[in-house]
């Protein structure tokens, strides 16, 4: 504690306020400690607490769409029961207010974390850990390490049976709008949608994968380059039902009809997916689920449970609606 008081250049007293969660520190001063206490490799011994706080801290990257509010619900409808509050911030994608956030996480003193589709640098990660706090993360992005426990749903293979089922309807070209590059469920989505063509005897094709960011105009103007190729494709695998909402604006502005011209396939099921008309065919994942599943998960570490995986993977669903039909 004396090196950390002198390197962080404030009191020995100062140090033991930030290590014990006493609440009058400034906050300047707090970050200051508790990156050095981080960069020293310091690790709070897990003590019991005397009085919980009875709050969860919830984290996303934004609030804005569907996935969110599922999110949201699903950690509430776990939370509420067992007796705890939830504390929800959105932090900027680039992690502008990352570091704010944490100072305030170090002041509530929260009895957990949940972290969702959120990207923890080596450093926030031994600085959460260091504040001796559960934390479970749900469909993370990059790859967090083995001791820490992440919640998600079965990507890959929602992708294949997306793309099976589009083979059995007799289609061969098959374009994919991919998600973003840096999240883990982009890659197994691809992976599982080339894995089905291959199974198929069927060499992906990249000229008709297109990136996409997961948004309905990604959606819209990758679908649009689609269509635009010479042998354009029968159907299309959007990635998400966001992506697969903007496929029906280009084909609709094309002049195709779906699913005599084109079939769409996304992924997600949110509600919007079924009032589509036609109604989307989509691949269900358990998004509520996944969040009461974090939920459940965080409960059992902060009561001391050892022994927990390290991935919980909840199955996909194939749901076949209008917007598919054999080629014509």
Same mark, same amino acid.
């Given at each position: ?25 400034a906050?300047?001063?707090?970050q200051r ?8 490799g310091y ?7 005397s ?9 996303f990257?934004g609030l804005g ?7 949201i ?6 939370a509420?029961e067992a007796?705890?509050g ?7 994608i ?5 570091r704010?956030?944490?100072?305030n996480l170090?002041e509530?003193k ?6 969702a589709?959120?990207?923890?640098? !080596?450093?926030?990660?031994? %600085?959460?850990k260091? /504040?001796g #706090? &559960?934390?479970? =993360? ?6 967090p390490?083995?001791d ?6 079965t ?10 089922y589009?083979l ?5 070209r098959?374009?994919?709008i991919?998600?973003?590059?840096d999240?883990?469920c982009?890659s ?7 894995a ?14 297109v990136?996409?960011d ?5 959606g ?8 635009a ?5 029968t159907?299309?695998f ?8 903007? !496929?029906y604006?280009?084909? %609709?502005?094309?002049? /195709?009809n #779906? &699913?005599a011209? =084109?079939?769409?396939?996304?992924f ?23 969040a009461?599943?974090a939920?459940?998960?965080?409960l ?7 022994g927990?995986p390290g991935?919980i ?8 609606r209008?917007s598919?039909a054999?080629?014509?």
């Amino acid at each position: 504690m004396g090196e950390i008081a002198q390197e962080a250049g404030v009191s020995v007293p100062t140090v033991s306020k930030v290590l014990n969660g006493h609440a009058h520190v400034a906050a300047e001063t707090r970050q200051r400690v508790e990156e050095i206490i981080a960069r020293r490799g310091y690790a709070r011994r897990p003590a019991r607490r005397s009085k919980k706080a009875g709050l969860i801290d919830l984290v996303f990257p934004g609030l804005g769409s569907e996935w969110a509010r599922e999110i949201i619900e699903g950690v509430e409808n776990v939370a509420q029961e067992a007796g705890y509050g939830t504390v929800v911030s959105s932090l900027s994608i680039d992690g502008s207010r990352t570091r704010a956030w944490l100072a305030n996480l170090a002041e509530r003193k929260s009895d957990g974390l949940l972290v969702a589709v959120y990207e923890l640098d !080596a450093k926030q990660i031994r %600085r959460i850990k260091s /504040l001796g #706090i &559960p934390v479970v =993360l749900i469909d993370p992005v990059g790859q967090p390490g083995p001791d820490l426990t992440t919640i998600g749903a079965t990507n890959w293979k929602g992708a294949y049976s997306a793309t099976e089922y589009l083979l059995s309807l007799g289609h061969r070209r098959i374009g994919m709008i991919g998600g973003r590059p840096d999240l883990q469920c982009s890659s197994a989505r691809e992976d599982g949608y080339v894995a089905a063509l291959r199974r198929a005897g069927i060499e992906a094709d990249r000229s008709i994968m297109v990136p996409g960011d997961f948004s309905t105009e990604a959606g819209e103007a990758e679908t649009e380059r689609l269509l635009a190729a010479d042998n354009r494709p029968t159907a299309i695998f959007a990635g998400n039902d966001a992506q697969a909402f903007g !496929a029906y604006r280009a084909a %609709r502005k094309a002049g /195709l009809n #779906i &699913p005599a011209d =084109l079939s769409i396939v996304g992924f997600d099921d949110i509600p919007a997916a079924e009032w589509m008309e036609p109604g989307l065919t989509t691949i269900r994942q358990p998004v509520v689920q996944m969040a009461e599943t974090a939920m459940r998960t965080l409960l059992r570490q902060m009561d001391g449970e050892e022994g927990l995986p390290g991935r919980i993977e909840l199955a996909t669903e194939l749901v076949v609606r209008g917007s598919t039909a054999r080629p014509a």
